[in-house]
């Protein structure tokens, strides 16, 4: 003998759909809260030792690119979720977390990253003979 489904009451599908109305503009809400977090902690500016090594490296917040036409930096921030990039592996700065690679020129190698790396300004730090990376 075959038992029919019960349908939900007029009562649980109203409490579902009222549910699902006040999830939305919440999740939203937590949604910009915790980007607005994010951005707050981020300091505005990062220094850079005189000595950092020719090639692709990685100093604290900043990945420095130093070449022979000079110096760039970008922010050590792996697009994709935030994490801080740590590492570089051959000619390209590494995400721990998910391993998005990022090209020399802060472009995305490999995925799951999207967006390009943070260009930083760079400015000559004459108290230290180095330089101060600062966000745009």
């Known amino acids: 003998m075959r038992v029919p489904p019960v349908s939900p009451s007029r009562r649980q599908s109203l409490q579902r759909a009222f ?7 919440f999740a939203a809400a937590l949604v ?3 980007g607005g977090v994010r951005r707050s ?3 505005s500016e990062f220094p850079v030792p005189a000595d950092v090594p ?3 490296s990685v100093v ?6 130093r070449g022979e036409q000079g110096l760039r930096a970008f922010l050590a921030r792996c697009t994709h979720l935030g994490c801080r990039i740590d590492r570089v592996i051959g000619d390209e700065a590494v995400c721990p977390c998910h391993g998005s690679r990022y090209r020399s020129d802060g472009s995305v190698a490999t995925g799951p990253a999207t967006k390009a790396l943070t260009p930083l300004l760079l400015e000559a730090d004459p108290k230290t003979g180095g330089w ?3 966000v745009r």
Do not use: E
């Open 19 to 25: 549910t699902a109305l006040l999830a939305v503009p």
């Open 32 to 34: 910009a809260m915790l």
């Open 41 to 43: 902690r981020q300091p």
């Open 54 to 56: 020719f090639g692709l």
């Open 60 to 65: 604290d917040n900043v990945i420095v690119q």
């Open 132 to 134: 101060v990376a600062r």
